[in-house]
């Protein structure tokens, strides 16, 4: 079986609403409404908020709130992430997981019925699906409250894009004329989808795609990028890296995007991070990424290496950033 190199997106959903001057009540659906003052805004409220995270301040910032969220995908960190933010601001939270077999979804609800149901419930619902284009479908149903995109399918992951460009910032003090490097599952790795499209927002910015061939972005992905000046550049081998990278952002391959397991165990960790190859190939300044989860394409013995941020900051980032997205949606925060 031959993996087709294309991504499977809908082609009949409309353009989600550009964030200018104000997020509030905007649907939060692909990394293509923000601009570089949106971003400078929302992470200036991201440090707010990493301040009341860390020093374990009580907030009630969205006391009263009430946030559904609706994962049709197992999910541990965005969800947790999610959660644990309406929290430490005071508000609560409806969590379904797999309405397909623990919600009405199992008696044959809609998908529309099921956001009309739950918008009755809640100011906003940050949605899960495996099939690209559900979250702007979602936004299009729900005619009251924010739809906020946690990933959908092979689309996008807007806020994992978000914390990790916070991340990328925090660490290297810009997001303008970096050299990154993005290996696994380019093909299939929503998150690396708006990642790029963050990172094409700011000049200079050069990005290196390693992956099977069969796993690579489609050419036509390419073109939009290049033509909105990042510079993208495939590479086959872990020799090819550029010394001189800012980051590394290694992903897993996506076995849940598979029909084939042959496939998929062909494909499966044909680029492995060890400690001897990120001493010999990355830089002192180099920092490595994951959106997790990890299935052994990188290796244990590196997270204690100070420059492996998935397992510290990266992952705690997902709760301020998602604490600063939220009050902002929500108009708590202006």
Known sequence: MTIERGLQLPTDISTPESITNSFTNKDILSLEQFSPESLEHLFEITFFMKDIGENARPSDILSGNLATLLFYEPSSRTRGSF??????????TVVVENPQQFSSVSKGETFDDTIRTFESYCDTIVLRHPEAGKAQEAAD???????????DGVGEHPTQALLDLFTIQERTGKLDNLIGVFAGDIKNGRT??????????????????????????????????????????????????????????????????????????RL???????????????GRET???????????????????????????????????????????LGKIK
């Open 83 to 92: 959660d644990a933010a309406v929290k430490q601001l005071g508000g609560q």
């Open 141 to 151: 149903v729900a005619k009251h409250v924010p739809i906020i995109n946690a990933g």
């Open 192 to 265: 690396i989808h708006s990642l790029l499209r963050g990172l094409s927002l700011f000049p200079g910015n050069e990005a290196y795609l390693l992956s099977p061939e069969e796993l690579r972005l489609p050419h036509e992905e390419i073109l939009k990028f290049k033509n909105k000046g990042l510079s993208i550049t495939e590479i086959s081998l872990m020799n090819e890296i550029p010394k001189n990278a800012n980051y590394w952002y290694w992903t897993r391959v996506q076995k849940e995007r598979f029909q084939n397991h042959e496939d998929y165990d």
């Open 268 to 282: 499966n960790n044909k680029f492995v991070v060890t400690k001897e190859n990120f001493d010999r190939l990355a």
């Open 287 to 329: 920092i490595l990424m994951h959106p997790l989860p990890r299935v052994g394409e990188i290796e244990t013995e590196i997270d204690e290496d100070s420059r492996a941020v998935y397992l510290r900051s990266q992952v705690r980032n997902g709760m301020y950033v998602r604490m600063a997205l939220l009050s902002l949606v």
